[in-house]
């Protein structure tokens, strides 16, 4: 049982940057808050929750999931009053709870493009209007946002990395004692966690008095000339965009520079924060460990490198598309013809919902019972659709070493190219996954910014070998927030499945089996083009009972 009292924030052992990092937002409210890159198991809720009770009871802590719904997360009509007593009462929803606190969103970067919007107009604005049947109200919602991820399950839209105003990347403690240190803690805690609060209680209560004081003297802090200077060479040095993240580097220096109990903004202040601030804004970060990657691996296999100048032309031209009625009709069979792709020229659809083969339509369940109590009988009343259903797409894109050979790669880039730009005006959620270096890999998650998907299908690099069983379960982190049914996965691959598990294939149609097998619709795009065809794309594809094509 999770005990009332959380872990002291002053017991903390590690992680200095990530809690300086949420110090500072918690003395200037406007720096915009915080990004976290990093592994699960690294303390990340608790250092929050920690923070949160260290504050005191008029600071909440709301964990905001990924999967939550637009009523819990905007607010709703309180059905139970509604009923019994003929009243309208509204619910807050989790962003106008988290006001004036923390709101945290693990895996942020898995969070559709809805709630994402409606979380960042919210920390932008300071609030937002809720529109319901009959109540049309302004939530306040200020609130220090955190946000966790790891890069390999997706990044986040570029715009919305931005919006954050700083970030940090943890990992799990490497030093044998702070490791023991964190243990003994832990343990001391779990025993017994009123004592041990109680052994803490001084030392959070003189960091509460700090982060106060910090406060108060904020807005007394001189920035001198010279740093304001030198403040806007760093971020053009760092190839940002635009000006927020000078700004920025001011208003965190200035925080930090109140925590340490200082006057004026000094260089070293502003040389201990700037990395916060940059880390995911600057540009010329990638091309270094670009750079840095090519010395340490001189250069791709022959087959790679041949793959790299044939991809130089093959995005250009509209070839390696599939037939017409794909989606259209949704039965697959035969072989890809010229100048055709993904779509059909038909407008695409949303999957319909259904039971047992039954068309659903979701219930008004507020303008049913509003019905009810109005006229005293039952008339059922449905949703109108509207346009935030959209169609849920994914691009599972096998990149192994052997997609490399017949340049496989380049025409399904060429595909991927032609599918996305035929219907870019249409409102169609992309997802793209990409088996690479033996494991699956979440290139970015669910956005209706297929340029976004292009430009990332395009720079995809073959690289080891073929575990689609893994990169169904990257599939299925991706669609845990969704309904199934309005999802179709596209799979490119050869079927040449020859790792992960002690046998790769079965394994792959387990966790198919187990997790995707409720899918709208499946298609496997065999990509095989060996002069001895082995077929093993079709065979998987025909065991599952999946619609299947031939890239020719």
């Not at 106008?96 to 919007?117: H, P, Q, S, T």
């Not at 832990?186 to 700090?210: G, M, P, Q, V």
């Not at 700037?274 to 250069?299: C, I, M, P, Q, T």
Request: proline share 2%; net charge neutral.
């Amino acid at each position: 049982m999770i005990p009332k009292i959380q872990f002291p924030f002053t017991a903390i052992v590690g992680q200095e940057d990530f809690k300086l990092c949420l110090l500072l937002n918690l003395i200037d409210p406007m720096l915009g808050g915080v990004l976290v890159y990093g592994d699960k198991g690294t303390g990340k809720t608790t250092t929050i929750r920690a923070l949160s009770q260290l504050m005191g009871a008029d600071f909440p802590f709301v964990n905001l999931p990924i999967g939550a719904t637009e009523d819990r997360v905007l607010g709703h009509v309180n059905l139970e009053v509604l009923f019994n007593e003929k009243r309208m009462i509204l619910e807050k929803g989790l962003l106008a709870k988290a006001n004036r606190g923390f709101l945290y969103v693990d895996e942020i970067n898995l969070l559709n493009d809805y709630l994402m919007d409606s979380l960042l107009d919210a920390s932008a604005s300071g609030g937002y209007h809720l529109e319901r049947e009959g109540i049309s109200e302004w939530l306040e919602s200020r609130f220090c946002l955190v946000g966790s991820m790891n890069p390999e399950e997706g990044e986040l839209r570029p715009q919305l990395v931005d919006r954050f105003g700083l970030s940090v990347e943890i990992s799990s403690e490497k030093d044998l004692v702070l490791r023991k240190e964190i243990t003994k803690n832990r343990l001391a805690f779990d025993l017994d966690a009123e004592s041990f609060y109680e052994s803490k209680k001084e030392a959070e209560n003189k960091l509460k008095e700090e982060i106060i004081s910090a406060k108060e003297r904020l807005n007394s802090i001189i920035i001198p000339e010279e740093i304001m200077e030198l403040a806007s060479k760093i971020a053009l040095e760092a190839e940002v965009e635009g000006l927020r993240a000078d700004i920025l580097l001011l208003k965190t220096a200035r925080a930090y520079t109140a925590l340490k109990k200082e006057t004026e903004v000094s260089k070293e202040n502003l040389e201990r924060i700037k990395d916060f601030v940059l880390n995911h804004r600057a540009k010329n970060k990638d091309s270094e460990n670009s750079n840095n990657s090519d010395s340490n691996n001189n250069s791709l296999d022959e087959n790679q490198n041949q793959e790299q100048k044939n991809n130089q032309n093959s995005h250009s031209q509209e070839d390696f598309q599939l037939p017409e009625n794909v989606l259209s009709q949704l039965q697959f069979s035969g072989e890809v013809s010229d100048k055709k792709n993904l779509f059909s020229n038909q407008n695409f659809t949303q999957p319909k919902q259904t039971i047992k083969g039954k068309d659903v339509k979701k219930i008004d369940l507020l303008k049913t019972i509003q019905h009810k109590l109005l006229f005293s009988k039952v008339k059922i009343h449905y949703k109108q659709l509207d346009n935030k259903a959209n169609s849920y797409i994914v691009f599972l894109v096998d990149c192994s070493s052997s997609m490399a050979i017949e340049k496989q790669i380049s025409f399904v880039k060429g595909l991927l190219q032609n599918t996305l730009e035929k219907k870019k005006f249409q409102k169609i959620s992309y997802a793209l996954v990409a088996i690479q270096d033996g494991i699956g890999k979440i290139i970015h998650p669910f956005t209706q910014d297929w340029k976004t998907i292009l430009e990332l299908g395009n720079n995809l690099k073959t690289k080891g070998k073929t575990n689609l069983g893994d990169a169904f379960l990257k599939v299925k982190t991706l669609i845990k927030s969704l309904q199934k049914n309005q999802i179709q996965l596209f799979v490119f691959t050869d079927g040449k499945i020859n790792h992960g598990n002690e046998n790769p294939e079965t394994f792959a149609k387990k966790i198919f089996q187990q997790h995707l097998r409720f899918l709208h619709k499946t298609t496997v795009v065999d990509t095989e083009n060996d002069f001895v065809k082995l077929g093993k794309a079709k065979d998987f594809a025909e065991e599952l009972k999946l619609d299947y094509v031939r890239l020719v």
